[in-house]
């Protein structure tokens, strides 16, 4: 399949799929130094049995915007985004996403490196973190509508902030890449821009081969160090200062007959989170650890037609009496959820998507439909393995 060929290419559409390595090639291409400009248009309606303004996960304190959306209609996580080599030597990217809510936020803004020699790579301004494999894939390219429960409930959806990364590309056969950060830690599970404004690190390793014509593969370890100052639990004002350690381990196996992507293909994706805290919540000494998982298959069974499950559980220790009424209560309960999705891509450039949850991560099981459209415009940067 020669899935880990080491370059870097622009298409358009929401679609297309790129080597692992391809960043790590240099940004050689985006109409040379005019700026490629895009436009996602994303949208959903969305039908839950329970009231999501109640939705919590026992056990777990969550981040601002952190649930299952709002019922009814709703713009889905719509961005524009502008993208060019700026010289020889650095490549730039903007992207503003907006919401429901008439909200526009700053996704990303950052320069990254071109061409330095020795595999080298350096970005720096606002970024998807490169932990895990979901992390730093915008929400166009998800499988499912929503990110599985332990992105939900460990990272609010996405761990993004500002700082600087330096990726190292090996010079092997086998694709190896090796990744550290400092973030600001301003965003969950950090917070309160703790440690003079370097409350995050982490350091991360990619590695993958094609196992055959058919068949391939990617493996990845990960690792946060966050400092929280006063970070707010949502949708009420529980707070924690400490430290959240979060270790991730992710793999992911990919199949298409001969290498040909476009009849059929299977891909099989899970990772796996345990995370501990340590400080103190609402003044009261904690010190617990959580961890969860998810396991999905997606399989494309014709020409633009995919079908995709999913599962996830999380698990939590229970703190102690003391936190009896707060958000880190158990209940006794292990969150848990059963996804299925369906979804068409009449070309490369649009998608419509059917999902059914059975979400049992809260106390209460709720029944959740949502129906979204995935539209794409103008010259969009292709996407990773």
Known sequence: MQLFTVSRVACAGILCVTPLAAQAAGNAVSS???PAISVILSGTYAQFSNDPANYTIPGFALGDGVGPGDRGFGLGESELSIA?????????RFTTSF???????V???FLETVGLGQGITIKGGRFLSGIGYLNNKHSHTWDFVDQPLVYRAMLADQLKDDGVQVRWLAPTDMYMEFGAEALRGKNFPAGGDANQGRGTTTVFVHFGDDFNE????SAGLSFVDAKANDRITYPGAETFTGSSKLGILSFVWKWAPNGNMLQHNFTLQSEYFRRSEDGTYQASAYDANQSGYYVQGVYQFMQRWRVGLRY?????????????GTALATQGHDPHRWSTMVDFSRTEFSRLRVQYNQDDSGPQTDHQWYFQYIMAMGAHGAHGY
Not at 84 to 92: E, L, M
Not at 312 to 324: K, Q, R, T, V
Request: no cysteine; glycine share 6%.
């Open 214 to 217: 058919s068949n391939s593969w």
């Open 312 to 324: 996830d559980h999380l698990h939590a220790e229970d703190p102690g009496a003391a936190f009896a």
């Open 99 to 105: 919401d429901a809510n008439n909200n526009v936020s």
């Open 84 to 92: 060019a080599n700026i010289d020889d030597q650095f490549y730039g």
């Open 32 to 34: 040379a130094f005019n």
């Open 107 to 109: 996704e990303e803004a």
